[in-house]
């Protein structure tokens, strides 16, 4: 789950005032449906996956079936139905701000949105249970937290808190277990210091999450949606999301050197150098810098999730 699209939400009276939607075809466009997936969202959970696969440490060649059955899981089928279940549940306040959007503007009528959002559920499921039971269980887990991230009465996307740490874990964590757990021999659980990985980018991501969270503050101000940084302020909300991004990188650099992975214990250390040098940059202007942040030092933090799983796949080869 993308980012997630995190469209602001729907306030009570935008709601009860919005125009009808009239549908001017009876069945979706198929670009329309593309859109609402919103394959560009699709990239962050496959390379958390992609990080996944590297740490199982097996031959992937050998694999191919299972690899491009889970990088369908993670992108177009789990993160899909959070895009369309997330398109569906906002489509009243889309239809004021933005009506071009595939449900409001009519190219997906009627409840079409809704139910291609359970199709895509029902899909996502099929798919996770031919790849073993744990990656079912982690594909249960992520569906419920895309639609609890947009649909009432929990809309995790209302408060800061909740939505980061669903997204975080839905964009990496989930998608790393599932590559690792899709290629686990036997249907076994993956190792340990492989899911404390995934854990630990996880928290790192949401990181991530608030430095996204600084474009909209005003209007989610207006809409009562309590981003971080509309709940903390701007400069704790950045200091937060700093502190946040590099402490578990920190933890996952001393998992490596304990294990006696240092080469690549170096070389996360060296990523981290280069994030921690960029964030007094954007300390000092969040809002206008934390795109900018996101393409650089964001870069250097998912390149370490690779290296990291690197390090990790020798556990395949350990009796």
């Known amino acids: 789950m993308s980012t997630l699209a995190?469209?602001?939400?729907?306030?009570?009276?935008?709601?009860?005032?919005?125009?009808?939607?009239?549908?001017?075809?009876?069945?979706?466009?198929p670009r329309a449906v593309l859109?609402?997936?919103?394959?560009?969202?699709?990239?962050?959970?496959?390379?958390?996956?992609?990080?996944?696969?590297?740490?199982?440490?097996?031959?992937?060649?050998?694999?191919?079936?299972?690899?491009?059955?889970?990088?369908?899981?993670?992108?177009?089928?789990v993160c899909g139905t959070s895009q369309a279940s997330n398109d569906w549940f906002d489509r009243r306040v889309?239809?004021?701000?933005?009506?071009?959007?595939?449900?409001?503007?009519?190219?997906?009528?009627?409840?079409?949105?809704?139910?291609i959002a359970l199709l895509w559920t029902a899909l996502s499921m099929a798919v996770a249970a031919a790849l073993g039971p744990w990656v079912f269980v982690a594909a249960l887990v992520g569906l419920a937290l895309a639609w609890a991230y947009s649909a009432p009465p929990l809309r995790l996307?209302?408060?800061?808190?909740?939505?980061?740490?669903?997204?975080?874990?839905?964009?990496?964590?989930l998608p790393w277990f599932t590559g690792a757990a899709a290629l686990t021999y036997?249907?076994?659980?993956?190792?340990?210091?492989?899911?404390?990985?995934?854990?630990l980018y996880s928290a790192g991501a949401f990181g991530i999450m608030v430095l996204n969270d600084f474009k909209a503050i005003e209007g989610d101000q207006k809409l009562g949606v309590r981003t971080i940084p509309v709940q903390?302020?701007?400069?704790?909300?950045?200091?937060?999301?700093?502190?946040?991004?590099?402490?578990p990188q920190v933890v996952v650099i001393g998992l490596l050197w304990v294990n006696g992975w240092t080469t690549h214990a170096f070389i996360v250390a060296g990523l981290l150098?280069?994030?921690?040098?960029?964030?007094?940059?954007?300390v000092r202007n969040?809002?206008?810098?934390?795109?900018?942040?996101?393409?650089?030092?964001?870069?250097?933090?998912?390149?370490?999730?690779?290296v990291s799983g690197f390090a990790v796949r020798t556990l395949a080869t350990i009796p």
């Open 35 to 77: 859109e609402l997936l919103k394959p560009v969202t699709w990239f962050a959970p496959m390379w958390a996956l992609l990080c996944g696969v590297v740490s199982a440490g097996v031959p992937v060649l050998e694999h191919w079936p299972s690899i491009l059955a889970a990088a369908l899981l993670a992108g177009p089928l």
């Open 232 to 247: 903390l302020g701007v400069r704790p909300a950045v200091l937060l999301a700093c502190v946040v991004m590099a402490i």
């Open 286 to 306: 969040p809002r206008k810098r934390a795109p900018l942040y996101n393409a650089t030092g964001t870069t250097f933090f998912v390149a370490g999730m690779l």
């Open 273 to 282: 150098v280069a994030q921690l040098l960029l964030m007094p940059w954007l």
């Open 6 to 29: 995190r469209r602001t939400a729907p306030a009570i009276a935008a709601s009860r005032t919005a125009p009808p939607v009239l549908a001017s075809r009876q069945y979706p466009a």
């Open 186 to 199: 036997h249907y076994q659980l993956p190792d340990v210091r492989i899911i404390s990985l995934a854990l």
């Open 157 to 173: 996307k209302l408060n800061g808190w909740w939505g980061n740490t669903a997204v975080g874990l839905c964009y990496e964590g």
């Open 94 to 115: 889309d239809a004021i701000n933005e009506p071009q959007r595939p449900i409001p503007s009519g190219r997906v009528p009627g409840r079409w949105g809704l139910g």
